[in-house]
Nanobody, 115 residues
């Protein structure tokens, strides 16, 4: 059973920063893409950022503020979030898509941006 464990969420003031981490219990070197998604109550889960071995992709709403990175040696993916806004408040989920077709999710970590 592959597990994705997120950490780093919490309460932060507008303009602040947080760094989310996702550690995977199995090697991520065989993933086609790793990503971070977020979801608010009553809304669909949306892609925040994704990263492959050679490129990254961001939602327009976070471009220039968030940075995704992966460390295959540590089987981890990170999301550095700067200049946070109240509208970034959500549960953030880590996602791993493997070349063999598996699509795995973490349990989520809450990010709350509020003064």
């Amino acid at each position: 059973q592959v597990q994705l464990v997120e950490s780093g969420g919490g309460l932060v003031q507008p303009g602040g920063s947080l760094r989310l981490s996702c550690v995977v219990s199995r090697s991520i070197s065989s993933t086609s893409v790793m990503g971070w998604y977020r979801q608010t109550p009553g809304n669909q889960r949306e892609l925040v950022a994704s990263v492959t071995s050679g490129s990254s992709n961001y939602a327009d709403s976070v471009k220039g503020r968030f940075t995704i990175s992966r460390d295959n040696g540590k089987d981890a993916v990170y999301l550095q979030m700067n200049s946070l806004k109240p509208e970034d408040t959500a549960v953030y989920y880590c996602n791993a898509r493997y070349w063999d077709g598996r699509n795995l999710w973490g349990e989520g970590t809450q990010v709350t941006v509020s003064s």
